[in-house]
C-alpha cells in the first residue's frame, strides 16, 4: 500500500463512511412496520338513527318469514277457508228448506271460525312480542299485523301511553311495500281511529311509514 492509499483509508475510516455498495439492503432482520389500526367511530356518533332503522327493518322481514309465524296465519287460513265453505253450505241448505243440515254446517263453520282467531291471536302476539322486544315505551311496530290486529295493539298502547304521561306516541305502520298492491292498509286505517279519539296525528317527515299520534 503506498502513501496515499493509506491516507485516504484513514480518512474513510474518520469520515465513518459505510462500506455496503450503494443501492443493497441490509442483511439484518427488519421490524415489521406496525399496522394502521382503523379509526374509531367518533362518540355519539354510532348507532345512528338510519342503522337502527335498517337493523329493525331487517328484523322485521325475517320476524314475517319466521316458520313459526307463517304457519300459524297458513293455518288460520285454512280454517277461513274452511269457515267459508260451510258457511257457505248452511245457506244451500236452508235455502233447499233443509234446516237441520243448514245449522249442522252452520256450527262447524264458527267452529272453523273460533279456530281461525285463535290461530291468528296467537299469531299476532308472536310477531307483535319479537318486533316490539327492543322497542322503547311510546314507540310501536305493527308490521306483520292485519288491519283488526293493529287497531287493537294501538288502542291499548294509547290507553298505556296516557297512563304514562307521554306527550305522543310513534306508530310505525310500514308503507305498505309488502301488502297485496302494494297499498297501506293499516296507515289508513290507524288515521281514522284517530280522528274518532280526536287524536292529531301526522305522518313523521323522516319516515313515511311512521305515525306520530299526539296525547297531549
Not at 265453505?85 to 237441520?100: I, L, V, W
Not at 293493529?150 to 288502542?155: G, M, N
Not at 310513534?170 to 280526536?198: F, T, W, Y
Request: net charge neutral; proline share 7%.
Amino acid at each position: 500500500m503506498g502513501l496515499l492509499d493509506f491516507l485516504f483509508s484513514i480518512v474513510k475510516a474518520f469520515c465513518g463512511e459505510s462500506s455496503q455498495p450503494e443501492g443493497e439492503k441490509p442483511t439484518g432482520v427488519q421490524r415489521p412496520p406496525r399496522p394502521q389500526e382503523p379509526p374509531s367511530p367518533l362518540p355519539g356518533a354510532w348507532p345512528t338513527p338510519q342503522h337502527d332503522r335498517l337493523r329493525y327493518q331487517d328484523q322485521n322481514q325475517a320476524n314475517q318469514q319466521n316458520e313459526h309465524y307463517t304457519s300459524l296465519r297458513a293455518k288460520a287460513n285454512q280454517e277461513g277457508d274452511a269457515m267459508a265453505k260451510c258457511f257457505q253450505q248452511s245457506h244451500e241448505a236452508y235455502s233447499r228448506r233443509e234446516g237441520a243440515l243448514a245449522k249442522e254446517l252452520s256450527e262447524k263453520g264458527k267452529k272453523h271460525e273460533r279456530t281461525m282467531e285463535a290461530l291468528n291471536a296467537e299469531a299476532s302476539a308472536w310477531i307483535f312480542r319479537e318486533n316490539n322486544s327492543e322497542r322503547k315505551p311510546g314507540e310501536l311496530d305493527l308490521h306483520g299485523l292485519y288491519v283488526k290486529e293493529a287497531i287493537l295493539y294501538s288502542d291499548k298502547a294509547i290507553k298505556e301511553a296516557r297512563q304514562r304521561g307521554d306527550p305522543q306516541i310513534r306508530l310505525i305502520v310500514g308503507k305498505g311495500l309488502h301488502s297485496d298492491g302494494h297499498v297501506a292498509k293499516i296507515k289508513p286505517a290507524l288515521e281514522d281511529l284517530m280522528k274518532q279519539l280526536n287524536l292529531a296525528v301526522e305522518v313523521d317527515p323522516q319516515n313515511a311509514g311512521v305515525l306520530i299520534v299526539q296525547l297531549a
